[in-house]
């Protein structure tokens, strides 16, 4: 119960699964997007340097990248719902916290690398720069979820 006087709780994990499905569109709409030129009878095919034997692993790697922050927004369902006082969710957001990180990281890097292409589609930078504030945004409520009470207010 708060007390009289003291600011609303806030809820991090709810704006981090909010952000999370948040940067899922985005990240759905940055592929459909790159597809759009289908429907319109260009190609999207790209100078790919993969070797097609190595074409699996690249598609296995890129299921992953999706599914780990699948993952992680049901882990912090689990984690924002469990009974108050559990510690054992603790050193999960102290890993979110750094899968958090290193998504934004990754992100950055494609925006980046897609600004370094001459012949890049600036919607796509758009999306991309979208989607690296969306990141930083998760950064930083994980940062705050995962601090201990002391240093703010809210539920878990």
Do not use: C
């Not at 993969?50 to 992953?64: C, D, G, I, K, Q």
């Not at 919607?123 to 989607?131: E, F, H, K, N, T």
């Amino acid at each position: 119960m708060e007390s009289p006087g003291a600011p609303p709780a806030i809820d991090h994990a709810l704006r981090l699964r909010s952000l999370w499905i948040s940067w899922f569109l985005a990240m759905l709409f940055h592929t459909d997007l790159g597809l759009m030129p289908l429907f319109h009878g260009q190609s999207v095919e790209i100078e790919s340097h993969v070797a097609s034997a190595n074409l699996p692993a690249l598609f296995a790697a890129m299921l992953a990248y999706m599914l780990v922050p699948l993952a992680a927004l049901v882990l912090i369902a689990y984690g924002a719902s469990s009974p108050p006082g559990q510690k054992r969710w603790r050193r999960w957001r102290a890993l979110h916290f750094g899968l958090s990180v290193l998504y934004t990281l990754t992100n950055l890097g494609h925006m980046l690398a897609d600004i370094l292409i001459p012949d890049a589609r600036a919607d796509q930078i758009v999306l991309m720069g979208v989607m690296v504030v969306i990141g930083l945004l998760i950064n930083h409520e994980a940062w705050l979820w995962w601090q201990p009470r002391r240093w703010r207010s809210g539920p878990g």
